[in-house]
C-alpha cells in the first residue's frame, strides 16, 4: 500500500491518473479521508473528474480514521498538517502542483500557500471553512465527533484535546491565516462557495474579494449548476497548467 513514515506519522495516499499533478484534500473537517470523496458531500470527485487529464492524490489525513496516523499532542495545528502535505509531494518528487481540497481542504490550501506558495501552481477551495462571530470556546460537532471516534489513545486526554481544538479554531477568517494574508496571495485561486454554518457564505465570498485576482462561483453544489461548475473548474486548472516541455 502506498504510504510513508514522516517524523513519528504514517501517512496513506493513493494516486490516480498521469499528467501535472493534482493533489487533494477532502471533506469532512477532521475526519478527512479518501473514502468521502464520490458521497455525496462531495459532489466535486477529483478521482472522478479529473483523473483523465491529471496526476491526481489523495490522502487520508493523520487520525481521521481511515490508514494515517500520527501522535496526538497539545501542540499539534495546521503546521502540521502542511508538513505531512509536503512530505507526501516530496516522497513522489512533486516540486509545484494544483491543490483542490473542499471544506477543512480550503484552509490546509491556505496554509500552503502560507508556508510554501512555491510548490502551488493554482488552487481550487471549495466550500472553504472559516469563523464568523467571535470563538466560543465549546468543542463544534465535528470535532466532537471526531474525538468520539478516537481509541486506544491515552496520549488524547481531554486536556490535550482542547489544547489542540484551540489551536485549530480559536484564530479567525479562516483559521491559519488572517485578511491581511490573503490579500498577499499571488497564486491563481478559484473559490466555490459555501452556503451553511460549517462553511459560511460570507468566508467565501471575502475570501474571493481578498485574494488578488480570485474566481468565484457561488453556485455549484446541485444540478444544473453543478455541470456548471465542474466545467468551470476544469477550464480554470487547464488554463494554469503548464504547457509539457
Known amino acids: 500500500m502506498p504510504s510513508i513514515d514522516h517524523h513519528g506519522a504514517h501517512l496513506y495516499y493513493e494516486e490516480h491518473g498521469s499528467g501535472f499533478p493534482i493533489l487533494t484534500f477532502a471533506p469532512a473537517g477532521l475526519r478527512s479521508v479518501i473514502a468521502v470523496w464520490g458521497q455525496p458531500m462531495a459532489p466535486i470527485n477529483p478521482i472522478a473528474e479529473f483523473a483523465d487529464k491529471y496526476r491526481v492524490i489523495v490522502m487520508d489525513q493523520r487520525n481521521a480514521g481511515g490508514q494515517s496516523r500520527a501522535p496526538i499532542t497539545a501542540q499539534d495545528g495546521w503546521d502540521d498538517y502542511t508538513a505531512d502535505?509536503?512530505?507526501?509531494?516530496?516522497?513522489?518528487?512533486?516540486?509545484?502542483?494544483?491543490?483542490?481540497?473542499?471544506?477543512?481542504?480550503?484552509?490546509f490550501i491556505m496554509n500552503m500557500l502560507k508556508?510554501?506558495?512555491?510548490?502551488?501552481?493554482?488552487?481550487?477551495?471549495?466550500?472553504?471553512i472559516g469563523r464568523v462571530g467571535p470563538f466560543k470556546p465549546e468543542w463544534n460537532a465535528n470535532f466532537k465527533g471526531w474525538t468520539e471516534t478516537l481509541s486506544n489513545r491515552p496520549e488524547a486526554t481531554p486536556?490535550?484535546?482542547?489544547?489542540?481544538?484551540?489551536?485549530?479554531?480559536?484564530?479567525?477568517?479562516?483559521?491559519c491565516c488572517d485578511r491581511e494574508?490573503?490579500?498577499?496571495?499571488?497564486?491563481?485561486?478559484?473559490?466555490?462557495?459555501?452556503?451553511?454554518?460549517?462553511?459560511?457564505?460570507?468566508?467565501?465570498?471575502?475570501?474571493?474579494?481578498?485574494?488578488?485576482?480570485?474566481?468565484?462561483?457561488?453556485?455549484?453544489?446541485?444540478?444544473?449548476?453543478?455541470?456548471?461548475?465542474?466545467?468551470?473548474?476544469?477550464?480554470?486548472?487547464?488554463?494554469?497548467?503548464?504547457a509539457r516541455s
Open 181 to 242: 494574508f490573503a490579500k498577499t496571495v499571488k497564486t491563481p485561486c478559484l473559490v466555490l462557495a459555501g452556503n451553511d454554518e460549517a462553511h459560511p457564505w460570507a468566508i467565501s465570498e471575502e475570501l474571493s474579494k481578498l485574494v488578488p485576482g480570485c474566481e468565484f462561483i457561488a453556485e455549484w453544489k446541485t444540478e444544473p449548476a453543478l455541470t456548471t461548475a465542474k466545467a468551470k473548474v476544469k477550464e480554470f486548472l487547464a488554463r494554469h497548467t503548464p
Open 159 to 175: 486536556q490535550v484535546l482542547d489544547a489542540f481544538y484551540r489551536n485549530l479554531y480559536a484564530p479567525g477568517f479562516v483559521y
Open 115 to 128: 508556508h510554501h506558495p512555491e510548490r502551488v501552481q493554482a488552487a481550487v477551495l471549495a466550500q472553504p
Open 85 to 107: 502535505h509536503l512530505a507526501v509531494l516530496d516522497h513522489l518528487r512533486i516540486d509545484k502542483c494544483h491543490l483542490y481540497g473542499q471544506c477543512i481542504g480550503g484552509t
